[in-house]
């Protein structure tokens, strides 16, 4: 069979090759990184567990180092329930009792060999083909009672003490994924039931892991007008449980933001929460741009800083679409080295978004700015507004009355901002004396006060 290297590749095949394409830095950036991924036993029962043994698999086979925490309480109600036996709950944990701890047993050892079994799966034409998973558990926790809350005897339920790292540690640098039950063992040989989410979080931060993956019941953290909040710093986080600005948080959300902000504090980068029911989750969280869920970090990923000779590359990245559309004059790369100390950029998780450049004409106490870009992805994000604050600060810092910009295509927004449509006469004049009359930009000038 002969094929034509010259055929055009299927809109399907292109969409791939791009994905492919775009996924590169982070499966980079990803290898040899420590991820604990947490999940209730709610993936288990509803079948979910396969799919996501497939991708546990592929993050192994890039170079992740992946710690699962898995509860079972589904499979411990399922269990009670069998057994005719009430179950209470505080605060959204149980209360084991002596029953209730001995289906805790129960439903550990089978769900613990319910995921060793997927994750040992290698049939041939699956995605676990070739796969060859070593998975390692042990008492890595080590747990104390919970005690008596609010008059109530949690009884056999306790929280994390201590996580033995330097054992996980050893189990990862042999290959192996680690399963955490949410089970732990105190110094006398007591055994207790605990949340999860305890384990996950106090595992992440004791192995200082890199991510920390929530799989839970909704998207994530719902936004104040509805949709998803892809991003929640720290301190809006915590203001988000003290029930500030009126917003309502979903359960789920409230159970798990807790340890997810306790494990920003503990130095964890990056801590997601993303839906259980979505198929591939942690793979379009983990290998997209804007993800799936909610990403909480200790701070804001966007931050705007001066331009450095390293962005030069990603500059003319960004501005090549708006230079080929004739949105913005061109610019070489020589000229932009030479330049590039006039450049703001603001920078999202290592990508650069957004730029903008200030060139000061000092005799008439005017500054221009020029080469204002953002990302197609990024431009609801308010960061062309964050651009002009920037520039009009960096302005009046240096003495400028007025700043003006140059326009073929963005005249409305700039007016939307403040600026006034002036003519040629209003440019400082050795502007006025490079004015191109074909290209016929429109003149825009703010006073700055």
Same mark, same amino acid.
């Given at each position: 069979m002969?094929?034509d290297?010259?055929?055009?590749?299927?809109?399907?095949?292109?969409?791939?090759?791009?994905?492919?394409?775009?996924?590169?830095p982070?499966?980079?950036?990803?290898?040899?990184?420590?991820?604990?991924?947490?999940?209730?036993?709610?993936?288990?029962?509803?079948?979910?567990?396969?799919?996501?043994?497939?991708?546990?698999?592929?993050?192994?086979?890039?170079?992740?180092?992946?710690?699962l925490?898995?509860?079972?309480?589904?499979?411990?109600?399922?269990?009670?329930?069998e057994?005719?036996h009430?179950?209470r709950?505080?605060?959204?944990?149980?209360?084991?009792?002596?029953?209730?701890?001995?289906?805790v047993?129960?439903?550990?050892?089978?769900?613990?060999?319910?995921?060793?079994?997927?994750?040992?799966?290698?049939?041939?034409?699956?995605?676990?083909?070739g796969?060859?998973?070593?998975v390692?558990?042990g008492?890595?926790?080590?747990?104390?009672?919970?005690?008596?809350?609010?008059? %109530?005897?949690?009884?056999?339920s306790?929280?994390v003490?201590?996580i033995?790292?330097?054992?996980?540690?050893?189990?990862?640098d042999?290959?192996?994924?680690?399963?955490?039950?949410?089970?732990?063992?105190?110094?006398?040989?007591?055994?207790?039931?605990?949340?999860?989410?305890?384990?996950?979080?106090?595992?992440?931060?004791?192995?200082?892991?890199?991510?920390?993956?929530?799989?839970?019941?909704?998207?994530?953290?719902?936004?104040?007008?509805?949709?998803?909040?892809?991003?929640?710093?720290?301190?809006e986080?915590?203001?988000?449980?003290?029930?500030?600005?009126?917003?309502?948080?979903?359960?789920d959300?409230?159970?798990?933001?807790?340890?997810?902000?306790?494990?920003c504090?503990?130095?964890?980068?990056?801590?997601?929460?993303?839906?259980?029911?979505?198929?591939g989750?942690?793979?379009?969280?983990?290998?997209?741009?804007?993800?799936?869920g909610?990403?909480?970090?200790?701070?804001?990923?966007?931050?705007?800083?001066?331009?450095?000779?390293?962005? %030069?590359?990603?500059?003319?990245?960004?501005?090549?679409?708006?230079e080929a559309?004739g949105?913005? %004059?061109?610019?070489?790369?020589?000229?932009?080295?030479?330049?590039?100390?006039?450049?703001s950029?603001?920078?999202?998780d290592?990508?650069?978004?957004?730029?903008?450049a200030?060139?000061?004409?000092?005799?008439?106490?005017?500054?221009?700015?020029?080469?204002?870009?953002?990302?197609?992805?990024?431009?609801?994000?308010?960061?062309?507004?964050?651009l002009?604050?920037?520039?009009?600060?960096?302005a009046?810092?240096?003495?400028?009355?007025?700043?003006?910009?140059?326009?073929?295509?963005t005249?409305?927004?700039?007016?939307?901002h403040?600026f006034?449509?002036?003519? %040629?006469?209003?440019?400082?004049?050795?502007?006025?004396?490079?004015?191109?009359?074909q290209?016929?930009?429109?003149?825009?000038?703010k006073?700055?006060?």
């Amino acid at each position: 069979m002969c094929l034509d290297a010259s055929a055009p590749t299927s809109p399907a095949n292109a969409t791939f090759v791009d994905w492919f394409r775009s996924a590169a830095p982070y499966i980079h950036a990803f290898r040899g990184r420590t991820f604990v991924i947490a999940c209730g036993g709610e993936v288990v029962a509803d079948g979910r567990f396969a799919a996501l043994s497939h991708d546990l698999n592929l993050l192994a086979a890039l170079g992740v180092r992946i710690v699962l925490a898995f509860g079972t309480r589904p499979q411990i109600d399922a269990l009670l329930t069998e057994r005719k036996h009430r179950t209470r709950y505080h605060n959204g944990v149980r209360v084991t009792d002596a029953v209730a701890l001995k289906c805790v047993k129960e439903a550990v050892g089978a769900l613990r060999a319910d995921i060793e079994s997927s994750l040992s799966t290698g049939l041939p034409n699956s995605p676990m083909a070739g796969a060859d998973i070593r998975v390692s558990c042990g008492n890595f926790v080590t747990a104390k009672p919970l005690g008596v809350i609010d008059g %109530v005897d949690m009884l056999h339920s306790g929280e994390v003490r201590k996580i033995d790292a330097a054992a996980i540690r050893a189990a990862l640098d042999a290959g192996a994924i680690v399963l955490l039950p949410a089970l732990g063992y105190s110094p006398t040989g007591e055994m207790f039931n605990i949340t999860v989410e305890n384990v996950a979080a106090r595992a992440a931060i004791a192995l200082k892991a890199d991510k920390l993956l929530f799989l839970v019941d909704t998207l994530g953290v719902e936004a104040m007008r509805g949709g998803l909040l892809r991003e929640l710093p720290l301190a809006e986080g915590e203001r988000l449980l003290r029930g500030g600005r009126g917003r309502k948080v979903a359960e789920d959300i409230r159970l798990f933001l807790p340890h997810a902000l306790a494990a920003c504090r503990g130095g964890v980068g990056r801590v997601h929460l993303v839906s259980r029911h979505l198929d591939g989750a942690l793979l379009l969280e983990l290998f997209t741009r804007d993800g799936v869920g909610t990403m909480v970090a200790r701070h804001s990923l966007a931050h705007l800083r001066a331009a450095t000779i390293e962005d %030069v590359g990603a500059v003319l990245a960004l501005i090549a679409p708006l230079e080929a559309d004739g949105s913005l %004059v061109k610019r070489g790369r020589e000229l932009l080295e030479m330049e590039i100390d006039r450049f703001s950029v603001i920078e999202h998780d290592g990508l650069i978004v957004g730029c903008a450049a200030l060139y000061p004409y000092p005799r008439a106490k005017a500054g221009e700015l020029a080469c204002l870009a953002v990302h197609a992805d990024y431009r609801d994000a308010g960061h062309g507004a964050s651009l002009l604050e920037a520039i009009e600060t960096k302005a009046r810092t240096a003495k400028m009355e007025r700043l003006f910009v140059l326009t073929t295509r963005t005249a409305h927004w700039f007016i939307e901002h403040g600026f006034s449509e002036a003519g %040629v006469q209003a440019l400082p004049a050795a502007k006025q004396a490079m004015y191109n009359w074909q290209r016929r930009s429109k003149i825009l000038v703010k006073t700055l006060h």
